[in-house]
């Protein structure tokens, strides 16, 4: 599932999309002038008319938007989920090939988001913080007891080396 690029999630999540009232035509306007604002531009200004006409229906705008992006290549369909994510959160984060992801065995971390609670970082940042503390105890318990090294780290954390290692010794 992590080697799905973005023009085969969005072929995944389009019926999604389309479903009626996802997607306002406003948000849909959004996303689609930021597509034509993006450097280097992803929709030229036709194309963008052509996308924002509201003679169109919006179902058939999005159909036709998404086969322009897969068309165009990866870095577009990349652009237009960030895009989607900007202008549509709560839509982006309910889109299904999200949800597969989170129920999966996959260890993909979206770094995208704004909040970074210790819970949604995962237990590979767990895991990276606890070998950095045991790094730290182990560097600090090895170290040859000078004082003038090591005195702000005892004090700090209320333990000193030679203390423990009388003990260990006895």
Known sequence: MTDQT?????????????????????????IILQLNRYYPQILTNKETQKFRNPKVSLRLRLCDLRSHLQRS???????????????????????????TLQNSD?????WGGKSHE????????????????AGLALLLYCCPPDPKVLIGARRILGISPVIIDRHVSR
């Open 106 to 110: 996959c260890t993909e971390f979206d």
């Open 118 to 133: 210790l819970s949604d970082q995962g237990p590979m940042s767990f895991l990276a913080g606890l070998g950095l503390a």
């Open 6 to 30: 973005y023009c085969d999630r969005l072929v995944q999540d389009t019926p999604f999309l389309m479903v009626q009232g996802r997607l306002s035509e406003q948000q849909v306007d959004r």
């Open 73 to 99: 290549g990866e870095r577009d369909c990349q652009e237009f989920y960030r895009a989607l994510h900007i202008h549509a959160q709560p839509l982006h984060s309910c889109l299904p090939r999200r949800h």
